[in-house]
């Protein structure tokens, strides 16, 4: 199954700009979290925000989540080529298990 | 290790035979899960294990996949009659416990290709 939903489902952007990816989803969750993965492989996780949060920030990642939209964003600043990868929110679906979205597609042109 | 390892890597069969896929998770995790990813797709759950409880296998396709974690260490998927619709990259996941905030470490992955 599927929690999560991704928006949009590629981005193309310049290296310095900003990049913004949206994620909606379905059930009640205590948390949601966002991956990377270069490469098509392994999955290197980014930051978590819990359910009782609205906003979290580690480096130039800004993660929000709003529980009443069931939705949240991921932004990037000031963006480089190496953070060129696809961009996945997952979701402890009824506090249970890990959900993953379809991801979002980043390319930052240098 | 010191990290979540999976073997083999790449895995090329036949039609109609049966693959085993390992992995090694992270010493100590207790939750384990696997996952499956289509060319250029999500994550499609498979299932997950988490310490002596009943595996969750809610996310297996069909009954030609099985998995067992022994020792709540090590688990086998197992994929029996391969279809070509079960080319994909299988992954692993640990993570330190069922607490509800805990991140999952992946591993590489197989690349399963059946011909």
């Known amino acids: 199954s599927q929690q999560g939903e991704e928006d949009p489902q590629a981005l193309s952007i310049q290296e310095g700009e900003n990049a913004t990816m949206n994620c909606s989803y379905k059930t009640s969750i205590n948390n949601l979290q966002w991956y990377r993965q270069n490469s098509g492989r392994g999955l290197v996780h980014l930051i978590l925000?819990?359910?009782?949060?609205r906003e979290k920030h580690s480096g130039r990642l800004r993660v929000t989540l709003d529980t009443s939209k069931k939705s949240s964003s991921l932004l990037i600043t000031a963006s480089r080529a190496a953070d060129t990868a696809s961009y996945f929110c997952a979701t402890d679906e009824y506090g249970n298990k890990l959900v993953f979205g379809a991801g979002t597609i980043l390319r930052v042109k240098s | 290790g010191a990290g979540v390892s999976q073997s083999p890597s790449n895995k090329v069969t036949e039609k109609g035979k049966d693959v085993e896929l390992r992995c090694d998770p992270i010493?100590?995790?207790?939750?384990l899960y696997w996952y499956r990813q289509s060319l250029g797709q999500g994550l499609e759950f498979l299932i997950y294990f988490q310490g002596n409880s009943a595996p969750d296998k809610s996310g297996l396709p069909s009954d030609r996949f099985s998995a067992e974690r022994t020792g709540g260490s090590v688990s086998t998927l197992t994929i029996q009659r391969t279809q070509q619709e079960d080319s994909a990259v299988y992954l692993c996941a640990s993570s330190l416990s069922r607490g509800i905030n805990e991140k999952l470490f992946f591993g590489s992955g197989t690349q399963l290709s059946v011909l």
């Open positions: 925000i819990r359910s009782n949060e």
């Open positions: 010493s100590g995790h207790t939750a």
